[in-house]
């Protein structure tokens, strides 16, 4: 809707990660300086961490749309809490190799095969991990285990791997992870945007899309969108998405303070919402449960009764009191539930943010 609105070509904040509108910001400029650096030594790994929404993907997909595909094959895996194995056909897979039928021998010849064929075509292949927090250490390790492959001197694979916080402290202290650790030669946090970098980054992807000052933005109004993401581009783009909807519906061609406070307002009630909703859930569901465990317990014990057999009062005993304290558990989870919603609606009104 807003697109026709102020005639853009495309939508500017959209949350998937897209290189066009990559933005050099302070953190993205010195971890590119990394990154080329790392890509320079054509071996080991390169680690690139940063909290949600921080910019990794789009950051590692603006160094590659300007390498030469000629000399370059890259494949990107998603990882979640994958065994060695299994990342190890995530991996073939990436990158067109056949894992059908193929253990884990077969695997890595298949493997092996792909890398040097592709060092003889003087070609470097990177493999790109995305999430690589989610990976249990013998997956990181089979990770470096494929890092040993070389052909005379030359590595045959180099490894980016991205993730968030936690995975900087996993790869940094884990005992385990020591082999590891001496292979990385290029490390990067990226850090959220400054309150200076705000009207750069919103006007720089405006300009992607056509923009001609339409609508306009007051100076208030960007200390507004600072405030409240924090400098978290991906927390900064759903915000904007959301106040150049409200604009094109309401016929805005002046973005103000007051305007972003609006959309502010309606997202934190949003997110209230959502979670009400979610709390409401949980309690119905396991309500529901506890009272038909409850309706069987009682249809048991008077079938047993009937036929003249009595449940063994120890069991049923233990039984009962196990109920009992899921119905103490369900009370405290609900009071829980309830306090974590008044704490929330607590923090949005000093101006708080919930992270994307």
């Known amino acids: 809707m ?4 102020y005639n853009f070509t495309s939508r500017p904040f959209q949350l998937t990660p897209d290189p066009r509108f990559y933005f050099d910001s302070a953190t993205h400029k010195k971890a590119m300086a990394y990154l080329t650096y790392g890509l320079a030594q054509g071996e080991g790994f390169i680690i690139i961490t940063g909290e949600i929404g921080a910019g990794k993907t789009t950051l590692v997909g603006h160094l590659f749309d300007e390498l030469d595909r000629d000399q370059y094959v890259a494949a990107k895996v998603v990882t979640t809490q994958l065994g060695a194995d299994d990342l190890l056909r995530l991996v073939a897979s990436g990158f067109g190799i056949s894992t059908e039928g193929a253990d884990k021998a077969l695997l890595l010849q298949r493997i092996q095969r792909f890398l040097v064929n592709r060092h003889h075509e003087g070609k470097r292949v990177l493999l790109i991990v995305d999430e690589a927090q989610n990976l249990p250490t013998s997956s990181l390790e089979e990770l470096r285990m494929l890092s040993n492959f070389q052909e005379g001197d030359r590595a ?3 490894s980016f791997l991205l993730g968030q916080p936690e995975f900087r402290e996993k790869w940094a202290h884990d005992p ?7 292979r990385v030669i290029a490390t990067h946090h990226l850090e959220p945007m400054n309150r200076d970098e705000i009207e750069g980054y919103v006007t720089h992807r405006l300009e992607r899309v056509n923009w001609s000052g339409d609508p306009a933005f007051t100076q208030d109004a960007f200390t507004k969108i600072y405030e409240y993401t ?3 581009p991906r927390k900064l783009n759903t915000l904007m998405g959301r106040v150049l909807l409200l604009g094109a519906i309401e016929e805005l061609h002046e973005i103000s303070g007051d305007t972003i406070q609006e959309v502010i307002d309606d997202l934190e009630q949003d997110n209230r919402a959502t979670a009400q909703g979610y709390a409401d859930a949980v309690a119905a569901r396991t309500g529901a449960e506890l009272s038909s465990l409850k309706g069987a317990m ?3 014990q008077a079938g047993y009764k ?3 057999t009595a449940i063994d009062d120890e069991k049923l005993g233990e039984i009962l009191r196990r109920l009992e304290l899921l119905e103490q558990y369900v009370r405290l989870h609900d009071d829980t539930i309830k306090q974590a919603l008044d704490l929330a609606a607590d923090w949005f009104e000093k101006g708080g943010a919930v992270d994307e």
């Open 230 to 232: 924090d400098g978290v």
């Open 2 to 5: 807003y697109v026709d609105f």
């Open 176 to 182: 385990e992870l020591e082999q590891l650790r001496q």
């Open 298 to 300: 009682e249809e048991a």
């Open 306 to 308: 009937a036929n003249g």
């Open 156 to 158: 045959l694979l180099q």
